[in-house]
């Protein structure tokens, strides 16, 4: 069955260094989504991303963040230089889009600590 | 932002006792998801609910759609130690269905 993949699993960095977390959507699919969850806390929206561009993203995704699809395969986000408050598992997600039933299907996640 | 509600927060129960989670919020959305995610992995799909009403079921879960599009509810019969974990529920926005709204979740712990 395809499904969203997300590397690493697990990532660690120092505070003000850059991190570039990487997610393979489902191939069909046309919308592509971050999201993050705080330890404990509700799953926030960052981020969707449609026909090569942004097409919502929340307060969370200040300058700091960015999104590319580099190639036909690879959505990646960017934080440019990481906060200590940055820590949190970062889910990709991906959908068909483009009818009402519409589901998102989410990858296993990647869990990111700034120390 | 169309915001979502669930309740309980957590809720701890025997196993072989019926629940209902509710997800309530006071915007319409075109379709309402729930996922079920287990610690350290992303949300797990189990269902979407599309027409106002409308009742699905996945073995001794239950999942109902408000008439009006602004809640649902989750009921599980029979708790089994596997039904443990985080449901959330997830709205498709109203006017971008493709943007899609989480509530908080609720914590099931089921003993055995």
């Known amino acids: 069955e395809p499904e969203v993949t997300q590397t690493p699993s697990h990532q660690v960095t120092q505070m003000g260094q850059e991190v570039i977390l990487r997610c393979v959507p489902i191939?069909?699919?046309?919308?592509f989504y971050w999201y993050r969850q705080i330890l404990g806390q509700k799953v926030e929206f960052l981020v969707s991303f449609y026909n090569n561009e942004i097409s919502e993203k929340s307060e969370i995704f200040d300058d700091q963040f960015s999104v590319e699809r580099p190639d036909g395969s690879n959505f990646t986000l960017k934080i440019r230089s990481t906060k200590l408050e940055d820590s949190a598992m970062y889910f990709c997600a991906s959908s068909p889009g483009g009818h009402m039933n519409t589901e998102a299907f989410f990858g296993q996640g990647t869990r990111l600590t700034v120390v | 932002t169309q915001l979502l509600e669930q309740s309980p927060q957590f809720l701890s129960i025997q196993e072989g006792e019926n629940l209902t989670v509710y997800c309530n919020s006071s915007s319409v959305f075109s379709s309402l998801q729930w996922y079920r995610q287990e610690p350290g992995e992303g949300p797990v799909l189990l269902v979407t609910?599309?027409?106002?009403?409308e009742v699905k079921k996945l073995k001794r879960l239950t999942f109902q759609f408000g008439d009006a599009r602004k809640d649902s509810s989750l009921h599980i019969t029979a708790a089994q130690p596997g039904d443990t974990g985080l449901y959330l529920c997830?709205?498709?926005?109203?006017?971008?269905?493709?943007?899609?709204?989480f509530g908080s979740g609720t914590k099931l712990n089921v003993k055995p």
């Open positions: 997830a709205g498709a926005g109203r006017d971008n269905f493709n943007k899609f709204y």
């Open positions: 609910v599309v027409t106002g009403g």
């Open positions: 191939s069909n699919h046309l919308y």
